[in-house]
């Protein structure tokens, strides 16, 4: 009894041991790694066929999306790349083994996109290379315009999947110096002839006016030519070239108004406005003001804009090669109070405006005259008594001639250069040569500046020079 008590304890004991875990260092899976053959390259929309060099029985890849295969024998693989991007074909052999790993990289037919832009942009050293699932485009041209060609071109590969490393070479910043230049002409001449007669009469007053005057009513000469608008002609208003002469018998008067005037004017006016720009880049250049004016809204209110005069000059450059293309727009307003809009007495003066919107191109310190104009109005004007200013000779004295002529000319041309940075001492200023005068200039002297010689850059250079005795152009 004893003997089974210790035999049941013994398995009962037996029983309780845990089971003992496996061998660490065992594994129930492990990686297949066979020799590869590196990385193949697949055109989108292209195929490829490869070899193996041993037998296949079953092959994969990974990603169906980006490229496609299919067998064309036991060592031959038909390879189709679908969409750009990386992905894996598997190689296993007869007996189950793993031959090989290829890496599958799909990328944009760059050979169609080399041949394509050395049509459109020959001569441009433009390299492309792949990039993941993008193109990469790199290289040193002649402008920015032939980068957004290239990058347009190469986008109709690639879309939203093109690296830009494309530089532009050599000078790209371009001076603009435009010179307005107007001149205005005018003659104005006149020739008129006035009669009075003014007298007293039984039955009152007595007044004639022959010639340009009009017919009045009046006690003596002075009421005929006293400046009134109502009994003065107008031309005889002013002062200028007029010659009277009166003769008085008792109650008759009789006097003759003689004008004869001549009026030339001229006017000169020349703008030069300078600007820099990178090029494919915008500028603006603004010397002059603004001009307020009010604008009533649709409630009523009134409120004010204003409006820019002067010089304005705007344009945008862009190096082609070895040429500059311009798109400009140039101006030159004033203020002209000669025209006037009056509202609730609000006077609004109006403007003269020269102005030119062009596209030109031209090279590196070429000119080019985009604007022209040349405009000559005429006008003459006679005016006579019926009949009387007929007369031969003595129908001077019955009528009045003018004789108006303007001509303007306008020439408006534009200078570009290719320009670099240069270091500020080799740059001259205005101010250079002029400095506030000292209290000893100033009080004993009257002198409202001081001159100060540069000893450095261009300015010094200029004060060096010694402009004594005979220099410049000699005519004869």
């Not at 590196?364 to 009949?387: H, T």
């Amino acid at each position: 009894m004893r003997f089974r008590t210790i035999l049941a304890a013994g398995l009962f004991g037996l029983a309780a041991i845990p089971a003992l875990p496996p061998e660490a260092g065992a594994q129930t899976l492990r990686t297949l790694e066979g020799q590869a053959t590196g990385k193949l390259t697949v055109p989108m929309n292209r195929a490829v066929v490869v070899e193996s060099d041993q037998v296949f029985a079953e092959l994969s890849i990974s990603n169906p999306q980006i490229a496609d295969i299919s067998t064309l024998s036991d060592r031959t693989i038909y390879v189709l790349g679908k969409s750009p991007g990386r992905t894996t074909l598997t190689l296993l052999g007869p007996d189950g083994t793993l031959i090989t790993n290829v890496e599958v990289q799909v990328t944009p037919d760059m050979s169609e996109l080399k041949e394509r832009l050395r049509e459109v942009l020959p001569g441009e050293p433009i390299e492309v290379r792949a990039a993941n699932d993008g193109l990469v485009l790199s290289g040193t041209v002649s402008s920015k315009t032939v980068i957004d060609r290239a990058l347009d071109l190469a986008s109709r590969y690639a879309p939203e999947r093109i690296s830009n490393l494309l530089n532009v070479g050599g000078t790209q910043q371009v001076m603009l110096k435009v010179r307005f230049s107007e001149m205005n002409r005018s003659v104005s001449k006149s020739l008129g002839t006035s009669l009075g007669v003014a007298g007293l009469t039984n039955g009152g007053d007595l007044g004639f006016a022959g010639g340009t005057n009009t017919i009045t009513e009046g006690t003596n000469l002075g009421d005929l030519f006293d400046g009134d608008p109502s009994t003065t002609p107008a031309r005889s208003r002013s002062s200028n070239g007029v010659f009277s002469i009166g003769i008085g018998a008792g109650d008759l008067q009789f006097a003759v108004l003689l004008e004869a005037l001549e009026t030339k004017g001229f006017v000169r006016t020349l703008a030069e406005p300078n600007l820099t720009a990178l090029s494919g880049q915008a500028a603006s250049f603004l010397a002059g003001g603004e001009y307020p004016i009010p604008v009533v809204g649709g409630d009523g209110d009134v409120t004010v804009e204003f409006k820019p005069f002067g010089i304005s000059l705007n344009f945008i450059p862009n190096v082609v090669g070895n040429n500059i293309n311009l798109e400009m727009n140039a101006q030159v307003s004033s203020i002209d109070p000669s025209v006037t809009f009056n509202n609730n007495g609000i006077i609004i003066s109006g403007f003269s405006t020269r102005s030119t919107s062009t596209t030109v191109e031209l090279h590196d310190g070429e000119s080019f005259a985009v604007a022209g104009l040349l405009q000559d109005d005429f006008a003459s004007l006679k005016g006579q008594v019926p009949w009387l200013g007929d007369v031969p000779i003595l129908g001077t004295l019955f009528r009045s001639s003018e004789y108006q002529r303007d001509q303007s000319e306008l020439v408006i041309i534009v200078t570009a250069h290719l320009v670099s940075p240069t270091r500020g001492e080799t740059l001259a200023l205005p101010t250079d040569r002029v400095a506030p005068p000292s209290e000893r200039d100033l009080f004993l002297h009257g002198r409202l500046s001081s001159p100060r010689t540069p000893r450095s850059g261009a300015a010094g250079e200029v004060a060096r020079q010694d402009f004594g005795g005979s220099y410049g152009y000699v005519m004869e």
